[in-house]
C-alpha cells in the first residue's frame, strides 16, 4: 500500500524546482560576468604581443619560440618584408622595467636521414634539426602600447628581438639574389643522430 503524499510536501517541492529554474540563469550570468572581470584583470595586468619572424640567413628557420610560445616557421626574408606570419602569443607585463631578458630557441640547421619500411621496402626521407638557445635583452620600439614581437635572426648567429606597434622593415638590406641554403645534407652514416 503506497503511503499518501503530503500536499505540503509536494507544494515544498514544486516550490523549490521553479526557484532553482527561476535563480539558475542569474547564477550563471553573474559566474559568467566573474570570469569576465577576471580576464579583464588579466587585460589590465598584460600585453599579448603576437610574434613576428625575420630570417636574414640563408637557411629556413623552421621552428622558434620566444619565452617558450611557439612562433612556427620563417621562410627567408625578402629585401621588403619579414619571413614569418604572426603566431600567438607573448605575454608581457605591462609594468615591465625595459629592457628585459627572453629566452629564444631556434632550428639553425639540420639533416636528414631514410627510415625503410620493411615490409613495403619503400624508404622516406626524414629531418633532423639542431637548435640554438639564446637569452636576447628586448627593446621596445613602441608608443607603449605594444602588439608584437619581433624577432631578428642575423647571418652571425645572433638575434635580436623588439617590442613594435606595427610591422618593421627588414634591419638589413638583402640581396634579392642570395642563394637559399634550406636543402639540408645526409646525417652521418644516413641514421638519426643522438641527442
Not at 547564477?27 to 613576428?52: C, D, I, N, P, W
Not at 620566444?66 to 619571413?83: F, M
Not at 629592457?99 to 620493411?118: M, N, S
Request: overall charge neutral; aromatic content about 12%; hydrophobic content about 30%.
Amino acid at each position: 500500500m503506497k503511503a499518501a503524499r503530503n500536499p505540503d510536501s509536494t507544494f515544498r517541492l514544486a516550490l523549490r524546482n521553479f526557484l532553482v529554474l527561476l535563480l539558475f540563469p542569474i547564477f550563471t550570468v553573474s559566474h559568467a560576468r566573474a570570469e569576465k572581470s577576471a580576464y579583464e584583470k588579466m587585460e589590465e595586468q598584460y600585453f599579448l604581443l603576437g610574434l613576428v619572424g625575420y630570417n636574414y640567413t640563408d637557411r629556413h628557420i623552421s621552428d622558434y619560440s620566444v619565452k617558450s610560445a611557439g612562433g612556427g616557421d620563417i621562410r627567408l626574408s625578402s629585401p621588403t618584408g619579414g619571413g614569418s606570419g604572426i603566431s600567438c602569443c607573448v605575454r608581457l607585463a605591462k609594468n615591465k622595467i625595459t629592457p628585459f631578458r627572453v629566452k629564444v630557441r631556434w632550428q639553425h640547421d639540420g639533416c636528414t636521414y631514410l627510415i625503410r619500411d620493411d615490409r613495403t621496402v619503400k624508404a622516406d626521407k626524414v629531418r633532423h634539426y639542431y637548435y640554438k638557445e639564446a637569452e636576447v635583452e628586448v627593446q621596445r620600439a613602441d608608443s607603449g602600447t605594444p602588439g608584437y614581437i619581433e624577432t631578428h635572426f642575423y647571418p652571425d648567429g645572433s638575434v635580436q628581438a623588439v617590442t613594435t606597434d606595427y610591422f618593421s622593415d627588414p634591419h638589413l638590406a638583402l640581396d634579392p639574389r642570395r642563394v637559399d641554403q634550406s636543402l639540408f645534407p645526409r646525417c652521418e652514416n644516413d641514421e638519426k643522430p643522438e641527442e
